[in-house]
T-cell receptor, first 114, second 115 residues
Framework: GDSVTQMEGPVTLSEEAFLTINCTYT??????LFWYVQYPGEGLQLLLK?????DKGSNKGFEATYRKETTSFHLEKGSVQVSDSAVYFC?????????????FGKGTHLIIQP | DARVTQTPRHKVTEMGQEVTMRCQPI?????VFWYRQTMMQGLELLAY????????DSGMPKDRFSAEMPDATLATLKIQPSEPRDSAVYFC?????????????FGPGTRLLVL
């Protein structure tokens, strides 16, 4: 079956540091890939997505590139802020984001210190 | 700003009691998903619907859980009887099946504690 593996953390960085959160996946089909973010006490919000190989998703300074050859979708940001502190989930779906359930990684807790 | 709403936001109950969680999907969305989040298992898909029809509930304990969509504006998840191991945050999400670019939108969740 499908699966997503990501570093669980917590990952602690100083403000303005460079961020990378690794995510790799296994899937039987041609998945769409997502990063969701969860702030304390809230639901999940879509951060970015990519639906085919070599696509780059980007939003709020975050980027991730769909790498089929390495089955990866690593999340990056050049300069993090305290407000980026949250839990980040990598996820996939095998047939369109709205049509089938998402398979999630365990989540990475990110802590940004001033 | 369209949002998925869930009620109640918090629920504390005793083992053996029935629990009903409700979800109002975004107007116009035709897919609805239920997920459960626990520290141990992370986020798991419990069930999902397309055009109000259940498509997959293989992630749900059949003997005690049930999910329904009485109409297009309401989805329910029931646990009867509840057990302490059901304590978790339950999320509802909605979306459309118009293609690969569609996104699932999550509600704020129902935090359930079964004593």
């Amino acid at each position: 079956g499908d699966s997503v593996t990501q570093m669980e953390g917590p990952v602690t960085l100083s403000e303005e540091a460079f961020l990378t959160i690794n995510c790799t996946y296994t899937a039987t089909g041609y998945p769409s890939l997502f990063w969701y973010v969860q702030y304390p006490g809230e639901g999940l919000q879509l951060l970015l997505k990519a639906t085919k190989a070599d696509d780059k998703g980007s939003n709020k300074g975050f980027e991730a590139t769909y790498r089929k050859e390495t089955t990866s979708f690593h999340l990056e940001k050049g300069s993090v802020q305290v407000s980026d502190s949250a839990v980040y989930f990598c996820a996939l779906t095998d047939s369109g984001g709205g049509a089938d359930g998402l398979t999630f990684g365990k989540g990475t807790h990110l802590i940004i210190q001033p | 700003d369209a949002r998925v709403t869930q009620t109640p936001r918090h629920k504390v109950t005793e083992m053996g009691q029935e629990v009903t969680m409700r979800c109002q999907p975004i107007l116009g969305h035709n897919t609805v998903f239920w997920y459960r989040q626990t520290m141990m298992q992370g986020l798991e898909l419990l069930a999902y619907f397309r055009n109000r029809a259940p498509l997959d509930d293989s992630g749900m304990p059949k003997d005690r859980f049930s999910a329904e969509m009485p109409d297009a504006t309401l989805a329910t998840l029931k646990i009867q009887p509840s057990e302490p191991r059901d304590s978790a945050v339950y999320f509802c999400a909605s979306g459309t099946d118009r293609g690969r670019r569609e996104t699932q939108y999550f509600g704020p969740g129902t935090r359930l504690l079964v004593l």
